[in-house]
């Protein structure tokens, strides 16, 4: 009698995987050989949206995995990658040193990011694709990067291009009527599972008050949904985004480090501080234990920047969230053109690479639902389950695929529960009086 095969790990190479070839176009970025003709193939535009983080060229790898590459930033112009139009429409050549990386394709542009809606607004100024979920961000800017009575200069975090970029390729105030036009568009023709809306800091503590109009009109339509949000002074606000159907609810705490916390997001500091956030995604999960409408996943995120702190403390917050029950999301610190934190340097691939294999280790051994929502792939962020092509060690790879298989089983699931849902409200939609 055989015994049975184990996982082998892949080398890391970005010749044969994947997984470590996205981390590291999302670290070292990469140069465009002919700019020109590679944004010319039908790929999607290079945006500077509110997300804060999007500002490169979106590809998609092999097996599936969505990358934002990083080629506008200085850094960018130091990689060792250069990417170049391939031989058929779409085709993108990765090449490191000059030697050939695994093939990729540019994300397609939708036909929809050319139209209006009927109010003359472009849509691709009123939601956008990352990876192959629709993002919004539906109302003002944060307010933290708003001068005024509550502050006498601006509190945002250092990072982040969000008050640079509205009026730029994002629009200020959507109205849910237009949020809505794009959303069936998206749904339509890109054929998205997913919407995730961005609430920002506000003063009057109005971001969740501002979000449920558009959250219960993308819920109609049976779409997964999520939200980004900062605390809320009133704690049963999660249990009532639960009953909405809510999705998804995810903190940008940002960093674990409390010294680089109030350094790189004074604002977050001063008016939610860390334990603030902790004490959010506590009672998130504690949320999602309760019993909640029927054939709805329920995850709580939160989210860090690697890069901005010691990696210690990245290892630790990674620790701290999958122990409650929450999945981290990890992303890599990119220098944004414009920001407080524009000369500095993303982190090396090197000290990433411990980083995500604990994330993954970490969210399969708290039998966390990673890489269960149907078609979701995230292009800014490398996901837990796309972590796993980084670990080297086959015994640690056998043990976590055994127990991930829990989670194929609620992927299926979860897919056949989502096209019924959203079929039944596609024929309700439809039905005589409606």
């Given amino acids: 009698m055989t015994s049975r095969l184990r996982p082998r790990p892949v080398p890391l190479d970005p010749a044969c995987n994947p997984g470590f070839l996205k981390l590291d176009l999302l670290c070292r970025g990469a140069r465009l050989e002919e700019p020109a003709r590679v944004r010319a193939d039908r790929g999607r535009p290079i945006l500077r949206t509110r997300a804060g983080l999007g500002s490169g060229l979106e590809l998609v790898l092999p097996g599936r995995l969505h ?13 060792p990658y250069v990417l170049r139009p391939g031989r ?24 929809w990011y050319d139209r209006t ?15 192959t979920y629709l993002a919004v961000y539906p109302g003002r800017v944060c307010d933290f990067w708003v001068r005024g009575p509550e502050r006498e200069a601006r509190e945002n975090c250092r990072f982040c291009a969000v008050g640079l970029n509205l009026g730029a390729d994002d629009a200020p105030q959507k109205s849910v ?19 995730d809306f961005n609430a920002g800091h506000a003063d009057d503590a109005g971001f969740l008050d501002l979000l449920e109009p558009y959250l219960a009109r993308v819920k109609a339509l049976g779409l997964l949904v ?24 995810s903190f940008c705490f940002e960093l674990f480090d409390r010294a680089r916390f109030l350094d790189v997001c004074p604002g977050k500091a001063r008016v939610y501080g860390l334990d603030g956030y902790l004490a959010a995604i506590e009672r998130c999960v504690e949320v999602g234990r ?18 901005l ?13 999958t122990e409650r029950g929450a999945i981290p999301t990890v992303c890599v610190f990119r220098p944004l053109v414009g920001t407080d934190l524009a000369g500095a340097r993303p982190p090396p691939t090197e000290a990433m690479v411990p980083l995500f294999r604990r994330l993954y280790t970490r969210c399969v051994a708290h039998g966390l639902p990673i890489g269960v929502a149907p078609d979701v792939h995230v292009s800014l962020v490398l996901l837990p389950e796309e972590a796993r092509w980084l670990v080297d060690d086959p015994d640690v790879l056998d043990a976590c695929r055994r127990r991930e298989r829990r989670n194929g089983w609620l992927a299926r699931g979860f897919a056949a529960a989502f096209r019924t849902r959203v079929a039944l409200r596609a024929a309700a939609a439809l039905a005589p009086g409606r």
Avoid: K
């Avoid at 429409?89 to 036909?111: I, K, M, N, Q």
């Avoid at 009527?177 to 919407?195: N, P």
């Avoid at 980004?228 to 704690?235: R, V």
């Fill in 67 to 79: 990358v934002n590459v990083p080629v506008v930033e200085p850094f960018a112009a130091e990689s």
């Fill in 88 to 111: 058929r429409p779409g085709a993108v050549e990765v090449l490191r040193d000059g030697r050939a990386c695994l093939p990729a394709r540019l994300a397609p542009r939708p036909a």
């Fill in 226 to 249: 999520g939200v980004q949000t900062p605390p809320h002074p009133d704690p049963a606000r999660w249990a009532r985004l639960r009953a909405m159907g809510v999705n998804r609810v």
């Fill in 309 to 321: 702190e010691p990696v210690e403390s990245s290892l630790a917050a990674v620790d701290w969230l």
């Fill in 177 to 195: 009527d237009e949020v809505m036009e794009v959303v069936r568009a998206a749904r339509r023709e890109s054929a998205i599972t997913y919407v």
């Fill in 117 to 131: 809606t009927s109010s003359g607004r472009p849509m691709a100024r009123v939601a956008t694709l990352q990876g």
């Fill in 290 to 307: 309760a019993r909640g409408p029927l054939l709805e996943p329920w995850v709580v995120n939160g989210e860090i920047v690697a890069g």
